[in-house]
């Protein structure tokens, strides 16, 4: 069993709050999550036909069968049944009564800020991350890594084609969450979407080009990009501005959450077409920018991520902000250090030096290579060992009285 690192952060709010919500893509580990945290709890998987319809037609009786406390699963296939669950908390104020799951959330956010607001923690959670997998003796070569992605099936079972369990992976995606909540009609110019936004990873989202490509409007683009974010499978990144300038781009990236199911979508199946492929580089980026996002979030902490870019053609690949200070990282695929890497962040520094946290090094470069704590001012780090450069080391405020 791989000890998933957002345990401790789930715990803690259920032991604060009535209810926990954890949200994330399918097959991210969530269930399995909630029943080794909470064994001795009563389990509903709203997928089984017949449960999902005595949620639906009898919630008292569906609460006689599956007493608190109560995981519930896949809680977007009733959503309605939140509302008998907001009736139960406030006649009973019991803490941690509920461990509530769910995969998409379009259904979802107006029901929980409606019925659970002021009674439920949402967690968000993601795929395995590189220091997990560390921890249980996986340590994968880059190219390998990008393939297989972070899906716990993978590694909990061995011996799987990864470009064959993401083909499947995106077959049931399409099948039971988009097709059930009827948001696109046409499912194969939708995944065409999909692998169209595959190759534009780490890069600006341009609606308007994208829509030209596949032959719908840029306001369905926008539509279909707002599912995949609120399915938990691409992840859109912001740029930092100030109101210094004009000159800073504010249109955001996108990267997918999973960088197997975004290999998959390329038609990369082996480590061999990975080293050659020209997107090697925008996927490496992809794994950093998601790996950084899940040790903010398994640490309990806002993510804070950013990017930079001016329309002079500066650009830092990823910003941290802690503390109202910034700290500067790109992020490269190759193994040999190179001081190039780091003209791009000595700019900005420049410009924005009172922004800027530069008590421990300049910035850091996350590469393939060997970590370095200093090499003219800056750092570089392997991306096996990038979980310590995001995760929240601090502990939180919590009112005592």
Known sequence: MITRHISQKIKELAAHYFSVCLFGPRQCGKTTLAKELFPSYAYANLEDMDIRALAKNDPKEFFVRFPEPVIIDEIQRVPELLSTVQVRIDETHKKGQYIITGSQQIPLKSTVAQSLAGRTAIVHMQPLSIAELKETGIELPRDIQLISGGMPYLYAQGGINPFEYYKNYVATYLERDIAQIGAVQDLMRFESFMRLLA???????????????????????????????????????????????????????????????????????????????????????????????????????????????????????????????????????????????????????????????????????????????????????????????????????????
């Open 199 to 401: 190759g534009r990873t780490g890069q600006l989202v341009n609606n308007s080009a994208i829509s030209n490509e596949i032959g719908v409007s840029s306001v369905t683009v926008g539509s279909w990009l707002s599912m995949l974010e609120a399915s938990h499978l691409v992840y859109i990144l912001r740029p930092w501005f100030t109101n210094r300038t004009s000159q800073v781009v504010k249109t955001p990236k996108v990267y997918f959450c999973d960088t197997g199911l975004a290999s998959y979508l390329l038609g990369i199946e082996t480590p061999t077409q990975m080293q050659r492929d020209p997107l090697l580089g925008n996927l490496f980026e992809n794994l950093i920018v998601t790996e950084a996002l899940k040790a903010r979030l398994n640490s309990g902490a806002e993510p804070n991520l950013y990017f930079f870019r001016n329309s002079k053609g500066l650009e830092v690949d990823l910003l941290l902000k802690s503390e109202n200070k910034l700290r500067l990282f790109e992020i490269k695929s190759g193994k040999a250090l190179n001081d190039e890497f780091c003209k791009n962040m000595d700019k900005f520094i420049a410009s924005y030096d009172d922004y800027v946290d530069t008590t421990e090094s300049k910035g850091t470069v996350i590469y393939s290579g060997e970590d370095y704590s200093s090499y003219k001012c800056f750092s570089y780090a392997n991306f096996h060992h990038i979980d310590s450069l995001f995760k929240n080391v601090q502990k939180p405020f919590k009112l005592e009285f």
